[in-house]
Every structure is written in C-alpha cells, then in structure tokens.
C-alpha cells in the first residue's frame, strides 16, 4: 500500500498545473524541509511551486535551499487554476480546511504525514506513524519512484530528520532516522550546515530566558511529572520571538531525569503553549484531549486563557489536569 500511495502521489505532481504546498501551521525544520524538498524536485521539471508558510520564515531556517519559494500570502488559494494541494507534516484537518475554503474549485488533496493525530483528510493520505519525520517519508517517496535526491534537496531532508530527531538523540532516532540520513549525506546534503543553522546558533538573549526556565523547573509530586513555563512577560522584557525559545523542551527532555516533561509558554494573548515530551507515556492522548496533537512521545497543545495565572502554582494545576488524562 505505501509504495502504491508513493506512485501515486507521484503521478499526482506529474499531472499537475498549479500545485500548491502548505507547511504545518506550526512552522518547523520538518515541515519545512520536506515541502522545500519536494518544491526543488518538482522546479528541477520546469514547476515552481508556491510553499504557504502561517508565518514569516524562523531566523534559523533562512539557510535552506528555496526558501525563497515560501509565502505567507493566503490570496494564492484564491488562484481558480490550482488543481493539486499537498499538504506536510501536518495533523491538523481544521487548518488546512480553513485555507481550502479560500479555493474556488475542489483540487486533489495529499496529506503527507507521520503523526498518530493526523486525521487523513487528504483524497490520497501518506500518513506514516512508524516513520521518524516526514523529511523520511518524502526520502521514500523519491527512493520508491527512483528519484535521486539533489544536494539541495537531501539538505532540506536532513534538516527535517535532523529537527524531528533532534540530532539523532531523541526516541524518533532508529535505523529509518540514520539509514535515511546515511544515504541523503551520500546524495551530498549538508548535515553540518543543519546542525550550525539550527542548533548551534542561539542568541544570548535567548539563552537567558532558558535559564530563566530552567531555575522554574519543579516537579508535580503525584505524577513525577517535571515542568516550567516562560511567561509572556519574559518574553517581553527581552524581545524576543516565540520561535527563538522553542527548543527548550527538546534539550531539556535530553537532560532532566524525569518520566515526562511539559513547557508551558504563555502568548502576548494570554494563551498558554504547551509542549510534552515521555519516555513512558501516550502524551499525544493529553494533547487530544485538549484540542491539539503530535507523537505519542512529544506533543503539544494551546490552552486557552483562563482564570490561572502562568506561574508555579497556575502550572501545576494545569499539569494535575494532563496527568489525569493519561492515569
Ligand atoms: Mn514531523
């Protein structure tokens, strides 16, 4: 079945006039990595596509190849000639529904995905839960059809398995995440350019808030849960984007001695962000059940503003809530 999806989706590009990519809401190395890659496979047969990214492109992600194809404008969808939608690494059915809205006709949808969460919305689903990220259902993709990957493109590959596995080092690493990484180096992509770009560039400021965060780690006792938060006020006092401090969940998980992990980062609005990591538990159910999704080892969810305020207190009170999901 998955090899015949991979000739499908195949036969899709080739057939189409005005294909259009959406990167996950969410914009990270994976969902970038494996649209750029696909947008440079299908420039190098005479199309370029547009990438619809929700916001503008994250400092560390300006070094990828084709970025420059990347749009935040939502006016694209309103083009009546686009006849190919492809949609990556994202689980989430309502946010490409709301941007499908804005097309006049019905074009053929493909959901290319590796989430447990993803909702198989697409008229042809690559939907993948055993693979590490997408960046290595795309690899399949060209391996399946015979494609040999460009330096550029390979680059964008290792990026998105280099993000999703931050660096070979989290439960997503395995074979698929190093046998796919091993031939793409091959192919000439360029694993330390990902590693410098996105992981050894963290400004000071950002540091900062860290260890701001890291001096809030507290445990919720009847769980054994381990969690800290940044409030908006942190972030405002150091001006800072939000992307800048994502991350921290990812190197904490790699360094905190505990079961599962939660972030908790309050937005200008008053929302809360909050991102899980476990080595034992399905916290993809936790998110679910609070309207978000991801992995059952690393998910993520919003909160919405309520009456708790994003301190210690407010924080446990909200981990006491996830916990219960999974106990
Ligand atoms: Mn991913």
């Not at 420039?43 to 935040?72: C, D, H, N």
């Not at 390979?154 to 031939?183: H, P, Q």
């Not at 980062?265 to 809360?272: D, I, N, V």
Request: charged share 20%; glycine share 8%.
């Amino acid at each position: 079945m998955e090899t015949f999806v991979h000739h499908q989706i195949h036969d899709l590009l080739m057939g189409a006039h005005h294909p259009v990519f959406i990167c996950d809401e969410r914009i990270d190395g994976d969902s970038l990595g494996s649209s750029l890659a696909m947008a440079h496979f299908l420039k190098g047969r005479g199309v370029t596509v547009p990438v619809f990214v929700s916001a503008p492109i994250p400092e560390p992600y300006r070094f990828l190849p084709g970025i420059e194809q990347t749009t935040t404008s939502r006016e694209i969808f309103q083009d009546p000639n686009i006849d190919l939608v492809v949609v990556f690494d994202c689980s989430d059915a309502e946010f490409v529904r709301g941007l499908l809205e804005l097309t006049p006709h019905h074009p053929t949808i493909v959901n290319i995905d590796h989430h447990a969460t993803n909702a198989r919305y697409g008229d042809v689903n690559q939907v993948l839960v055993d693979s590490p990220a997408t960046a290595e259902v795309v690899h399949r993709f060209f391996v399946e059809n015979h494609i040999m990957p460009s330096r550029e493109m390979a680059t964008c590959l290792l990026t998105g398995i280099c993000f999703d596995t931050t660096v070979f080092s989290n439960s997503a690493t395995g074979e698929r995440a190093l046998g796919a990484a091993s031939e793409l180096m091959t192919a000439g992509g360029r694993i330390q350019d990902v590693i410098r770009h996105i992981y050894q560039s963290r400004s000071v400021s950002a540091l900062r808030i860290w260890g701001e965060a890291l001096s809030r780690l507290s445990t919720h006792g009847p769980s054994g849960a381990v969690f800290t938060f940044i409030t908006a006020s942190d972030l405002e006092k150091s001006d800072l984007e939000p992307d800048e401090v994502d991350g921290l969940s990812n190197f904490l998980q790699l360094v905190v001695d505990a079961h599962t992990l939660f972030v908790i980062r309050e937005t200008p609005t008053g929302e809360w962000k909050v991102s899980m990591r476990s080595s034992e538990h399905d916290v993809a159910s936790v998110a679910k059940a609070f309207g978000g999704g991801g992995h059952k080892k690393a998910a993520g969810f919003v909160h919405p503003k309520g009456s708790l305020m994003c301190d210690e207190s407010g924080c446990q009170a909200l981990v006491q809530k996830a916990m219960a999901v999974i106990e």
